[in-house]
């Protein structure tokens, strides 16, 4: 090791054996409710040495061989990116700060009577890696809800979208138009230091969470004829606040649902396409609302957040083809006639995981509290029985099991909300959670532009055709 390498270890050696985060990692903060701001000024110049004490200790070392598969093969498994709010272990599956999902539901805290943790807690957790104090979580709920109203000639993009218009190209016109008051583009061209930038990053990161619930209540009213918008009201929090505003709030099941759901969808650690492609263009320094509209245009994708509706209907043409109470055989049948039919079983497999999605068995156990005789419900648990076998068999998925997207749309239509052009919609104002933390923290550190190196096909079989 250098020199300076020792020197800066030794500097940041409190900082290493305790991080920023991980002093914090399994206790709640003080009691006392600093803002979400406050703290973060707190830790960000320590996670500044942290990092730099790493890379000094370990810049120069490597991960081992990068395959010529790997660049043909979506760059799967690649080492690549940085990014400590969420990591996906293959068998264990996401760890939000090193916490499972069932440790966030227990530790979080939660909204008077009930028993999901709320959105607000998860976003302080991803940012800090701190479990906020309940008074925490009470500010940032108050604090979204002062800044969710939506610019004027936003409402009017939205209202003028035909209602044919998919509603995730109507959710990324509008957050991509919410950079006409980009705190960040602003004080760029106000010549802001690079050692500013996570400020107007933060402002504008928590504009864009709060104002989804409009843009999302908005577009859910305008396509599918439900009446005008209520106001947002201050006193409850952004999952109640969301299920009003898509009139659901009386369905005390629906609000903690959306509590459930936006805590689960929130983040899948640093590559997945959403969260990859909000880093990139954040990369260039675009603002926070560009950066989140391009990563829902990722999302969007039927491989991606778009195979939760692609489940559902799957599904229902499942029923209308072999009816509602059909037999495994019939069910087994139905699977390999998707596949002969060239088409993949929409929410099974994975590019990480090999076991089945933690998210998906907290929807299930979520389904068994609350809709245990739902009948599509029960067609989800028949199939679960059956599609692994069938994947096997047919020998190309490298994981058999379900993802999150093959139990969303259930509980979602369980409560009356079966329209599901919309359901990616809401995996986006989840996703949000995720990218914005990235984001805030990419400024923060200083990461750079994003440029990997892309190679010929001409060059690699050049570079290898000599070599046994
Ligand atoms: C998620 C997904 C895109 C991962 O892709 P991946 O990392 O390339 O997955 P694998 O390495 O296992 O793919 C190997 C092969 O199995 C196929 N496969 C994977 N999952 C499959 C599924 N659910 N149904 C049918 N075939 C599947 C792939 O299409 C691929 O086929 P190919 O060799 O002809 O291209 C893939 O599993 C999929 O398409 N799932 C259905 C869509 C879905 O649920 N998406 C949401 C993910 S959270």
């Not at 061989?65 to 979506?74: A, N, T, W």
């Not at 599904?315 to 060239?342: C, F, H, N, P």
């Not at 400024?443 to 994003?450: C, I, K, Q, T």
């Amino acid at each position: 090791m250098s020199a300076q390498a020792r020197s800066l270890l030794n500097a940041a050696r409190p900082s290493l054996r305790r991080s920023a985060f991980a002093s914090a990692r399994f206790s709640s903060t003080s009691s006392k409710p600093t803002s979400l701001k406050e703290r973060l000024a707190e830790l960000i110049p320590k996670e500044i040495e942290n990092v730099k004490a790493v890379r000094a200790a370990h810049g120069k070392k490597a991960f081992g061989p990068v395959l010529v598969d790997q660049l043909y093969g979506g760059m799967r498994g690649l080492p690549a990116l940085i990014w400590d709010g969420s990591v996906l272990d293959a068998e264990e599956g996401i760890r939000f700060r090193g916490k499972t999902i069932p440790e966030c539901q227990a530790l979080l805290p939660k909204a008077p009577g009930g028993t999901e943790p709320l959105p607000e807690a998860l976003f302080w957790l991803l940012l800090t890696g701190e479990v906020p104090t309940p008074e925490q979580v009470a500010e940032l709920s108050r604090d979204w809800a002062a800044r969710a109203a939506l610019p004027e000639f936003v409402e009017e993009i939205l209202d003028r979208c035909p209602p044919t218009l998919h509603p995730m190209s109507q959710f990324s016109l509008a957050v991509t138009a919410l950079n006409h008051n980009s705190a960040f583009a602003k004080a760029y061209q106000d010549g802001i230091s690079k050692k500013e930038y996570w400020g107007p990053t933060f402002e504008d990161s928590m504009d864009l969470i709060a104002k989804l619930p409009n843009i999302a209540g908005r577009i859910y009213r305008n396509v599918f004829g439900k009446g005008k918008l209520p106001a947002i009201d201050a006193s409850k929090d952004y999952s109640w606040n969301l299920a009003n505003l898509l009139g659901f709030s009386e369905s005390e099941g629906f609000v903690e649902l959306l509590r459930l759901y936006i805590t689960i969808h929130s983040d899948h650690e640093g590559g997945n396409v959403s969260a990859h492609t909000g880093k990139l263009v954040g990369s260039a320094l675009s603002d926070p609302f560009l950066a989140y509209g391009a990563a829902l245009n990722g999302l969007a994708g039927p491989l991606h957040g778009l195979a939760n509706q692609e489940v559902l209907i799957w599904l229902r043409k499942m029923q209308s083809t072999i009816g509602e109470d059909a037999t495994d055989e019939a069910v087994r049948e139905y699977v390999w006639s998707t596949l002969k039919g060239g088409q993949v079983v929409p929410g099974y497999g994975h590019a990480v995981l090999r076991k089945t999605d933690p998210r998906y068995t907290a929807q299930r156990e979520f389904a068994l509290k609350h809709l245990p005789d739902n009948k599509l419900f029960k067609l989800v648990g028949q199939i679960y029985n059956i599609v692994p076998d069938v994947l096997l068999e047919a020998g190309k998925a490298k994981n058999p099991w379900p993802n999150v997207d093959a139990h969303s749309g259930v509980l979602l239509t369980h409560y009356g909300m079966d329209q599901m052009q919309f359901y990616t919609v809401l995996f986006g104002v989840s996703r949000a959670f995720g990218v914005a933390a990235q984001l805030i923290w990419d400024r923060a550190l200083g990461a750079p532009l994003e440029r990997p190196k892309s190679y010929s096909t001409v060059a690699i079989d050049k570079m290898f055709k000599d070599k046994a």
